[in-house]
């Protein structure tokens, strides 16, 4: 057998040798300070009987003495390089020996800046007998008197004891500003939260009180109503017995005005969205329904931040990019590191190599923001070992929320920097939601839903859920929200659709006629109106029809790309009519897919729905289909998404809150115990009963073309050439495209020809002797 033999590289002769410097380096430590002017040493006599004071013994009072006497105080400052530099050596490599003989000379260079300032500001305080700054500080100090005077002497010190520092101990002063203002900020984040929560306590508290008193008073009310209505009673019954006779008198004027009720009801229920019930209790229901944030401490420290941030400079030079971490973000989920590039260094080049620093750094994905907006730095966002789950509840009880005028604010989640984010619909006007199955989309939806229900009233926001899976949306059936019970049919779904076109054409009328320009406009008209005690009635109407406030109306639909399976481009005309017009209408959409293709995202729906929410998807080119860039494939999944807000180009990344089955649960029935729906059965009905829709091709609309006068000729045109192309009949004819076009279609659903192939054409089905 071969002997092991122990090699140079392998016997850890550093690590060995700084220990034993360490060692010295304590016991010099208490050597100095437990020194004692009456222990032997260079400058006294020593006697056998005499008692050593210092716990380092007889070495330790002489060693004491000597350094004291060469450098003074400053020997406590030596003892700490020795220390720092056993450290370094013990835990850091150095690469380069010059850099070595670099901060050893700013080491020396320190300490010989320290006795001078000792020897100025401490003469003869620190040790009676000795010099404060020693030998090399009294006469360095001297020396620098005599030719640059005593105040030149102390800038030159001072500037100089300022570089041997910072190059000795590796200080980076921007860093340490930041890290002082960031205690700052914290500091003053708490003092603020403290004084909220008192606040509050205290508003609550006057609010609890104000509450009893009313009741009392209302119940005082109450027994004096009671006795009041037993004497009414008795006359009551009286006057019911001498009715009784004319009752059949006027059975017949009854019958008559019963028919005309029954007829403005009808013409009510066309116009009216919500009848608001007189005994709905539509206060808003309280936070404490959810579940309570989770205080799950801080992420990351700021030494494993700094780490990290060196770690990362180190892994982007070996990728070779020189850049700098110039700021650090830490957030719940993921930490941003803003990263400074050297002049001439492009931003893709670090783009390109994000799977290689995912990969280094040992972490899922890391995802590359070349452009923030206001920095000329890229975002680096790498995330988090100890990831936070974001609640709504915080959300919603965030001052952002709370301070929300808008009845359709949205709780997202927080931002990189764990800032609550709260978007308003009224102003997007519609979203368009994608991610794949556990992304967390349906979560998302979930927590949007509880927003609205958690800022809205019945009558301000009503609902449309079109739910094809029949499992998400249906545990919100019930809710006084609704218009009409959650739709899980798709045809029922297109007509809901439809209902929501022909609502947005009859409110243009009204606005119309009314001179205003918005829905808020007109319910605000409506308002004033009633505070003057005045009314307002239907102007589109024959009858006499008061108006009354108009709900904002918002359509959700969770699994999009179902219903353009079914429906197809019957739907994507109606969405596209609805995303165009109905914003100051104020009807709203949110459509939500776990399939991003561009089947189901059509050009003509991106166009008209320019905000975007992008969970986790599979690949970049749903990235691209959703976001019209990538980054939505490096995302962690769970909620995590990128937010593209309407009129921005680069999206804003979300950590979405999460809101549990239960929670959603305890929403609902807290509504249904307050109100109960006022559905309007028209909306999923057929199309005779909403009326026709301007762009909607129905069943007798399609078979009008067969009644073109050229439609005979173009059919035996087609039949005789085998040629089922526009542009032939185009020319044949010496018609307009459109025109051709509808002819060729008509042709199409009549069986004549085929539907349109890959390559752009038709067959014709119908044999040439027919």
């Known amino acids: 057998m071969k002997k092991s033999v122990i090699t140079k590289a392998q016997f850890p002769f550093r690590q060995i040798s700084s220990f034993v410097i360490l060692s010295f380096s304590i016991y010099f430590f208490i050597s ?38 060469i450098f003074g105080a400053s020997a406590y400052i030596l003892i700490f390089f020795i220390i720092h530099e056993v450290y370094l050596a013990i835990f850091q490599k150095e690469k380069f020996k010059i850099l070595m003989l670099l901060r050893f000379s700013s080491i020396a260079l320190a300490t010989l800046c320290s006795c001078m300032l000792f020897e100025h500001f401490y003469a003869g305080e620190l040790y009676p007998q000795l010099s404060s700054g020693g030998l090399i500080g009294f006469t360095s100090f001297d020396f620098l008197v005599s030719y640059i005077g005593i105040y030149g002497s102390l800038v030159f010190i001072s500037i100089f004891s300022i570089a041997s520092f910072t190059y000795a101990l590796q200080i980076q002063w921007s860093r340490l500003f930041k890290y002082c203002m960031s205690f700052v900020q914290i500091l003053f984040t708490k003092l603020k939260n403290i004084l909220l929560t008192s606040v509050n306590f205290f508003t609550n508290a006057f609010s609890l009180i104000s509450s009893n008193i009313v009741n009392s008073i209302k119940s005082f009310s109450l027994n004096n109503t009671v006795e009041a209505e037993v004497t009414k009673t008795k006359s009551r019954e009286v006057k019911e017995v001498k009715s009784q006779d004319t009752s059949e008198e006027e059975s017949s004027v009854n019958t008559s005005a019963h028919e005309e009720q029954v007829k403005s009801e009808k013409i009510k229920k066309k116009t009216t969205v919500y009848k608001k019930q007189s005994d709905a209790d539509t206060s808003m229901p309280n936070t404490s329904l959810l579940d309570k944030a989770l205080d799950d401490g801080q992420s990351l420290s700021k030494e494993e931040l700094n780490s990290l941030a060196d770690l990362l400079e180190k892994k982007l030079l070996e990728f070779g990019v020189e850049a700098e971490v110039v700021s650090v973000l830490p957030g719940p989920v993921v930490t941003r590191f803003e990263v400074q590039p050297a002049p001439g260094t492009k931003a893709s080049k670090i783009t390109n190599i994000s799977q290689d620093i995912a990969r280094s750094l040992a972490v899922n994905s890391v995802r590359v923001v070349e452009v923030i907006e206001g920095k000329s730095v890229v975002g680096v966002e790498i995330p988090n070992t100890n990831r936070k789950m974001v609640r709504l509840s915080e959300i919603l009880s965030s001052e952002v929320f709370k301070s929300s005028s808008s009845s359709l604010s949205l709780a997202l989640g927080h931002d990189i920097s764990g800032d609550p984010v709260v978007v308003d619909l009224s102003k997007m006007p519609h979203l368009l939601v994608a991610g794949t199955t556990g992304s967390g989309k349906s979560v998302g939806l979930n927590a949007m839903l509880l927003s609205l229900l958690f800022k809205s009233e019945p009558t301000e926001v009503r609902l449309i ?21 959650v739709i899980t049919d798709m045809t029922d779904a297109s007509n809901g659709l439809r209902w929501c076109v022909a609502e947005m054409d009859r409110r243009y009328r009204l606005m119309s ?67 165009q017009k109905a914003r100051a209408a104020g009807i709203h959409l949110i459509l939500a897919t776990q399939r991003p293709s561009v089947d189901v995202i059509t050009g003509l729906i991106k166009a008209n729905i320019p905000t975007r929410i992008a969970f986790q998807v599979s690949s970049k080119i749903d990235s691209r289909t959703i976001l019209d860039q990538g980054g939505a494939d490096q995302l962690l999944g769970y909620g995590d998404m990128l937010y593209l807000p309407p009129g921005q180009g680069n999206p804003i990344r979300v950590h979405g809150a999460f809101v549990g089955d239960d929670e959603v649960h305890r929403v609902v029935k807290d509504w249904k115990n307050k109100a109960k729906p006022d559905y309007l059965d028209e909306i999923t009905s057929d199309l005779q009963e909403t009326g026709p829709i301007p762009g909607w091709t129905s069943d007798s609309s399609s078979n009008s073309e067969e009644n073109d006068e050229l439609y005979d000729e173009a059919v035996n045109f087609v039949i005789e050439s085998r040629r089922a192309s526009i542009s032939s009949v185009q020319r044949k004819l010496r018609i307009g495209y459109n025109r051709a076009a509808r002819i060729i279609e008509a042709m199409e659903e009549a069986g004549l020809v085929s539907e349109m192939g890959t390559n752009g054409t038709r067959e014709v089905l119908v044999p040439k002797n027919q």
Do not use: C, W
């Open 513 to 579: 006629e009314m001179g205003v320009r918005n829905l808020n406009g007109l319910n605000k008209l409506i308002q004033e109106a009633k505070n003057n005690d005045s009314k307002i009635f239907d102007p589109t109407s024959d009858d006499e029809i008061e108006l009354e406030e108009l709900p904002s109306i918002v359509v959700v639909v969770d699994e999009f790309a179902d219903m353009m399976m079914l429906v197809g481009k019957k739907v994507e005309h109606l969405i596209s009519r609805i995303a």
């Open 465 to 485: 859920l079109i739910d094809p899976k029949m499992l998400e949306l249906s545990v919100y059936d019930g809710i006084p929200h609704l218009l009409t019970p």
């Open 32 to 69: 100095l300070i437990t020194y004692d002017q009456n222990d032997p040493s260079f400058s006294s006599i020593y006697s056998e009987n005499q008692i050593i004071s210092n716990a380092g013994g007889f070495f330790g009072a002489y060693i004491s003495d000597l350094f004291l006497s």
